[in-house]
């Protein structure tokens, strides 16, 4: 693995080989154990085109565990602003010879093009309606954790799918484990041919709820495409939004929009391991630099 772009660019070795590897690191640090300072010495450069709060910490926080420094770059205060390129960009700050790019851009295909710009590793932290891989690696490690298995697993996700790349890398993640997945959503919010990728699509909420060992909900992405999609945020909460979660566990990759898509009530429901994912995030992620840079 040199660049992490996508799961489409990952085979199953490397994924099971990851987790592995995030396990150990969550299993030393709940002993309190010293980690192995792969990053010491080692600049990871941040560069976040778009809005995040967990992807950018997490990355962060599990490059600081690995005794990395971590430079984040203020796209709004760089020279980007000045009319630099970003291939220009890029060329400069490779010249400061850091480790690895972090990178988010509202563009699919960025973290592609930039990894074809540099020879520095290239980690996609969320690019457009494409990928986000570091977020579905995390999903399958909570799901692991608590199936204690990656294969025979049933999940549905519900949601903006169509312009989600949450759930396209988690179609990719899932279908790689054969694992059972159903989408749901509203028609304008379901992408045409969708079963290709080998998932069924639900006729209702009920149907899409029941007997599914995780329910994985998607946030309304007020700043893209969702809110064309949809007549209203309250008539979305009235037919699509989870009111009640039964026997399955609870899955959002945030930020959740409380009472859009999914009740206020369930966040704090004891099958909701939506902060669990936050937690599993840098334990994934110091996988991630490990595999890429060890
Ligand atoms: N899950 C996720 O990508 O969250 P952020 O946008 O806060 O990074």
Redesign the pocket.
Known sequence: MKNLLGISFLNKEDVISILQTAKAYKEAFCKKAEFEKILRGKTVISIFFE??????TSFEIAAKNLGGQVINIDTKMSSLKKGETVKDTVRNLEQMHPAVFVVRHPDSGFPLFLSRNTSIPVINA?DGTFE?PS?ALLDLFTMWEIEKKMEGIKLSIIGDVLNSRVARSNIFLQRMFKNDVMVFGPQTMIPPQIEKLGVRIAKSLKEACTDRDFIMLLRIQLERKSRSSIPSLSEYYKYFALKEVGNAYLLH???VNRNVEIDDSLLCHPHSLILKQVENGVFVRMAIFHHLLK
């Not at 809005?51 to 950018?56: G, H, I, L, Q, V």
Request: hydrophobic share 10%; no cysteine.
């Open positions: 809005a995040s709060t967990r992807t950018r969320g986000h977020q990759p945030g930020p």
